[in-house]
């Protein structure tokens, strides 16, 4: 960058040579040993100072800054891109990586955004800070010529700049208060978006599409105001920038002329200077803003980015992961949601013996789903422990227990992929007859191998293509695919037919025995041939 401002200035000094040849002669004051030390330079390197090689050497040196520049946007859209890349990469991870309170604590709407267009848009900051720095070297390498030339008159023109840039100091705060509506404003789309495309089928049976387009129309129109209030700020500092130069051009031209004597030729090469100084200053001053607006994204991916690394899970995903042979215990287990009153655990100790199939029952908001994702490790007891044998699950070995289970939650997560693609990454020696065995098992194979096109057939977001227990079905054979030492069924049939279920429920009672299974249900029909329950609700009861 200090090269090409350097560059761009010999250039730009190659014109007072020039002007001498043309006939225009400059003062000696002027002059400053200019011409002389150019006439040095071309006669050290054997170039008669002529028309054709000064012009000649000055197309050369533009060439140079126009390769230089070339080479420096390339150069800075990759640094830009491998910022943009990298932020992404890390803030994903750090969301990956936390622990589930946080996760369940925050609106997953607001990661979308950030992960997407505010990561673009701070990368495109980090991009607007190389210009500026380039700009920033440019316009000394200006500077320090114009004070060779008049010291007097660029005095005066850093005086016009100053009372300039105060007059713009209001305009930059509106900016950044706009860049913060802007990032609320965007959130609360992404929030209504989100929220509302997932919940398509609903919106359409109540037949509430106004309701729903309302509530975006008015996100939607507030950030339109908003947009076009920066445009306007925008707009008005643009407006006061010409009127200032322009100004400030009059007053130099004036005082140069009457109160400092500059020749014509000074003048002129002066003002050629002001007017190249003139783009780079309005660039900084424009980045400046810019950088100013998208200032509160950048803090804000920054406190999502820490906020997720303070709530990152400790432990260590390759430690040896707890063994049960005899039983998995709880021992005075508490738990309780932030901001609620009472534990919704309480004090609960019971025992899953190694290979059992345990029912986990209680009314709804018992707790059972809570437990089992305190079994999972997903969850951390307030107080209380829980054993493996005699291994407590801690923070070191939790992420690495989990490597053992396989959890089939109340709500199903598939992807927008084919039934391969959704169940091949749960462990990593799956084969297509792998897969098969485990639909057998989950009697989830009648229905793939009836679909068009088997095992490839893609199966919309959330898996919406497939009927509710279609869907179960196939969560609970990825389940069996991973070869859990603890498989834990949260209302894993609750959408299966009589006949689908007691298909399953000839599945387990083959695996009974053969893992440790927890059953939550409410229906009994679920829960046949288990060897204990453990009741929640008002008291636990132990297995
Ligand atoms: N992330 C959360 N933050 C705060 N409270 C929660 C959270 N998840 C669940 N709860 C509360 O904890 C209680 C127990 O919820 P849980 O999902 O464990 O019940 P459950 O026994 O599985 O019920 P159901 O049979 O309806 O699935 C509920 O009252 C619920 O409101
Ligand atoms: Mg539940």
Known sequence: ????????????????????????????????????????????????????????????????????????????????????????????????????????????????????????????????????????????????????????????????????????????????????????????????????????KMIKSYASEKHHARQLATANHTLEQQNINLAKANALTRFIYLTGAATAFAVLFYFSLEWLSVSLPTLILLLLLFSRLLPQVSGIHSNWQQLLHQLPAFIDVSRMLSNCLLAKESGDPNCEPPQVQNKISLHEVTFRYPGQKKPIINNLSADIYHNQTIALTGPSGAGKSTLADLLAGLLKPDSGKIFCDKTELDDNNRLAWRNHIAYVTQEVY??????????????????????????????????????????????????????????????????????????????????????????????LKQLHGKLTIIIIAHRDTTIQHVDATIKLGHDAEPA
């Open 414 to 507: 598939l992807f927008h992929d084919s039934i391969r693609a959704n169940m091949d990454w749960v462990a990593d020696d799956v084969t297509d007859e792998s897969i098969w065995t485990v639909l057998q098992l989950a009697a989830a194979d009648d229905f793939v191998s009836a679909l068009p096109e088997g095992l490839d057939t893609i199966i919309g977001d959330q898996g919406v293509r497939l009927s509710g227990g279609e869907r179960q079905r196939l969560a609970l054979a990825r389940a069996l695919l991973s070869r859990p030492a603890l498989l834990i069924l949260d209302e894993a049939t609750s959408a299966l037919d009589h006949e689908n279920e007691q298909k399953i429920q000839r599945a």
């Open 1 to 200: 960058m200090l090269f090409q401002g350097i560059t761009a200035g010999v250039g730009l000094l190659l014109i007072i040579p020039l002007l001498q040849l043309v006939g225009i002669g400059l003062s000696p004051t002027t002059d400053s040993g200019v011409t002389g030390t150019i006439s040095h330079v071309f006669s050290a390197v054997g170039i008669p100072l002529t028309l054709p090689s000064i012009l000649v050497t000055y197309v050369l040196l533009v060439t140079l800054i126009s390769g230089s520049k070339y080479w420096l946007s390339v150069l800075s859209i990759r640094q830009q891109q491998g910022y943009i890349c990298s932020l992404r990469q890390k803030l994903y991870n750090a969301l990956l990586h936390s622990h589930w309170q946080f996760i369940v604590n925050n609106r997953m709407s607001d990661f979308t955004h950030s992960l997407s267009g505010q990561v673009q848009s701070i990368g495109h900051a980090a991009n607007l800070l190389l210009n500026m720095i380039s700009q920033l070297i440019l316009a000394g390498v200006f500077i320090s010529l114009s004070l060779l030339l008049s010291w007097q008159m660029s005095l005066l023109a850093l005086i016009c700049a100053l009372i300039l840039a105060a007059v713009l100091i209001p305009l930059n705060r509106v900016i950044l208060r706009s860049g913060e509506k802007q990032l609320t404003g965007f959130k609360a789309i992404f929030q209504i978006l989100t929220e509302q495309l997932a919940s398509l």
